[in-house]
């Protein structure tokens, strides 16, 4: 009697080696040669386990097992481009941090049981944004270091233009994004000034950022937001600020 097959759905699992964690699927190919897949390594059990998730869902639409699993290690092999691309990006910031004076140094790390970074560069930020930059002053950056540049890239504090130096640089705005942080098209639609915020977003999309549905709903909820935000700023500039009602006297 044949073995019966595990369903792709429930194929594979989590292999832990020196510290490290990684989707493991391992299976018969048609002629039973015995196969194994592997996703990236990882750091957490967390991350290895939403790669096998990733790689499962991968095989939902094929029509046959041998599709499936192709589908499978074709999802396996991206997942290892994409961690090895979000390693090249980090290793360029810290070998362009290594070469920054300290005090210009902005540490964008993690430390454990503290909020992402692009939720503690906008809490109760007041200060003006820099001036716009001219073009003389800002560095020649390759696409590599752009791209990392705009990894860690804050709406709030910078200009539609240092945004578009980054982009004409060839930044990728669909990077890899490491565990706790967001798009730069979600960071822009979240944090950019209002009167920044759709010039950020066309530059992006301009320069083929993708725009989930999600995305899309976002930004027309930060539309509305803004709408409401510049009627009460008007209604408050044309409240006459001496007024006071207690003036002509009341009676009691």
């Given at each position: 009697?044949?073995?019966?097959?595990?369903?792709?759905?429930?194929?594979?699992?989590?292999?832990?080696?020196?510290?490290?964690?990684?989707?493991?699927?391992?299976?018969?190919?048609?002629?039973?040669?015995?196969?194994?897949?592997?996703g990236p390594s990882r750091k957490t059990e967390e991350q290895a386990q939403k790669?096998?998730?990733?790689?499962?869902?991968?095989?939902?639409?094929?029509?046959?097992?041998?599709?499936?699993?192709?589908?499978?290690r074709d999802e396996a092999q991206?997942?290892?481009?994409?961690?090895?691309?979000?390693?090249?990006?980090?290793?360029?910031?810290?070998?362009?941090?290594?070469?920054?004076?300290?005090?210009?140094?902005e540490d964008d790390d993690m430390s454990e049981g503290s909020d992402p970074p692009w939720i503690e560069e906008y809490t109760e930020y007041t200060e003006e944004p820099p001036q716009e930059s001219q073009a003389a002053d800002r560095p020649t950056l390759s696409p590599m270091e752009a791209t990392a540049e705009l990894s860690r890239f804050r709406p709030l504090r910078s200009t539609p233009s240092d945004l578009k130096h980054l982009l004409e640089a060839r930044a990728d705005p669909n990077m890899p994004v490491k565990p706790g942080d967001i798009s730069p098209l979600r960071k822009v639609m979240s944090f950019a000034k209002m009167d920044h915020v759709a010039e950020m977003r066309d530059l992006l999309l301009q320069y083929d950022a993708n725009e989930s549905d999600e995305d899309r709903a976002r930004w027309e909820l930060r539309r509305r937001a803004d709408f409401c935000e510049r009627i009460r700023i008007n209604n408050y500039n044309n409240i006459d600020k001496d007024y006071d009602p207690l003036s002509g006297g009341v009676e009691y």
């Amino acid at each position: 009697m044949p073995r019966q097959k595990t369903p792709l759905s429930e194929l594979g699992s989590i292999y832990a080696y020196h510290g490290e964690h990684c989707a493991h699927l391992q299976f018969r190919e048609p002629a039973d040669k015995k196969t194994d897949i592997y996703g990236p390594s990882r750091k957490t059990e967390e991350q290895a386990q939403k790669d096998l998730e990733e790689i499962r869902k991968a095989a939902e639409k094929a029509e046959t097992r041998e599709e499936g699993l192709e589908m499978m290690r074709d999802e396996a092999q991206r997942l290892k481009n994409s961690a090895q691309y979000e390693a090249e990006i980090q290793e360029t910031l810290q070998r362009m941090d290594s070469m920054m004076d300290e005090s210009d140094y902005e540490d964008d790390d993690m430390s454990e049981g503290s909020d992402p970074p692009w939720i503690e560069e906008y809490t109760e930020y007041t200060e003006e944004p820099p001036q716009e930059s001219q073009a003389a002053d800002r560095p020649t950056l390759s696409p590599m270091e752009a791209t990392a540049e705009l990894s860690r890239f804050r709406p709030l504090r910078s200009t539609p233009s240092d945004l578009k130096h980054l982009l004409e640089a060839r930044a990728d705005p669909n990077m890899p994004v490491k565990p706790g942080d967001i798009s730069p098209l979600r960071k822009v639609m979240s944090f950019a000034k209002m009167d920044h915020v759709a010039e950020m977003r066309d530059l992006l999309l301009q320069y083929d950022a993708n725009e989930s549905d999600e995305d899309r709903a976002r930004w027309e909820l930060r539309r509305r937001a803004d709408f409401c935000e510049r009627i009460r700023i008007n209604n408050y500039n044309n409240i006459d600020k001496d007024y006071d009602p207690l003036s002509g006297g009341v009676e009691y």
